[in-house]
């Protein structure tokens, strides 16, 4: 197989990666087809992916908008992903111009088209760095230069969490990231779930485990599961909710029934 430029000397292109999986059901062009392979096996069981997807980004957009119109104009985004259209920059510099954006992530296609795309713009930076290692995101130069934790900051963990498993502790990983965040910052998160799935439990599984064969499983929570990572956190309203009741630009009725998977939900610290 040809590796294009964009493609790190370091990644392994047999393999298909979540973000590049991800990439290909947002339409984009940062996928091989090993990727779009497992990605259209998981279709098959699952055909709306790309609408819960679609769902994904269009939240994360209006939870930008909403932390600028709070005044917070920092953000710290983990498991960005391969840039795409309607970035938190794009979005966060539309509402506030002075916006600082780092965005953080371990799989080194998202970081090396990240750079790509952010080379040359000071109030942006990227970190290849794991959630799961909470000091090492909060301790990097980029951070230090561009984000001043003494202020509030609005911390995405959009559609990550769902990649770590219990082992690996996220609750731990998330109340770290907490306790080093400023009063009145924000957690704008999404979270896979069985729960609002408009198929039968086994069609959902059998998506499920494309991505425990891709050795990247996909971690199903309970909403209840899900709550437990805002502990710490006062949920703005509406609460924990499905994506597209998440104060909705358009009508909630008119979106597709694959948006309503999983949930979504934005707290802040008192
Ligand atoms: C489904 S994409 C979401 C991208 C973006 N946040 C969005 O919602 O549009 C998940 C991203 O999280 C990244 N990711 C998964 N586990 C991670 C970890 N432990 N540390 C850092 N990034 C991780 C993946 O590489 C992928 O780019």
Redesign the pocket.
Known sequence: MERPAWAPRSIDISVP???R??DYY?GGSHNFEVDREAARKAMEFMPGLPKI?QA??AF?RRAVRFAVDEGVTQFL??????P?FGNVHEVARAADPGARVVY????PV?VAHSRAVLEGDDGTDVVA????KPREILDSPEVRRLIDLNRPVAL?????LH??EDA?DPYAAVTELREALAPGSLLVL?HASYEGIPLPPDRAEGAVDVYKDIR?PLIMRSREEIARFFEGYDMVEPGLVPMPQWRPDTAPEDEDPYAFSGFAGVGRTA
């Open positions: 990666s979540v973000s999986m991800y947002l997807m994904n980004r994360m985004d983990i498991g960005s992903g391969i795409t953080v992530d371990h799989d998202a760095a794991d959630l799961r995405l963990l959009v559609a990550i990649f770590v690996d999404t990247n």
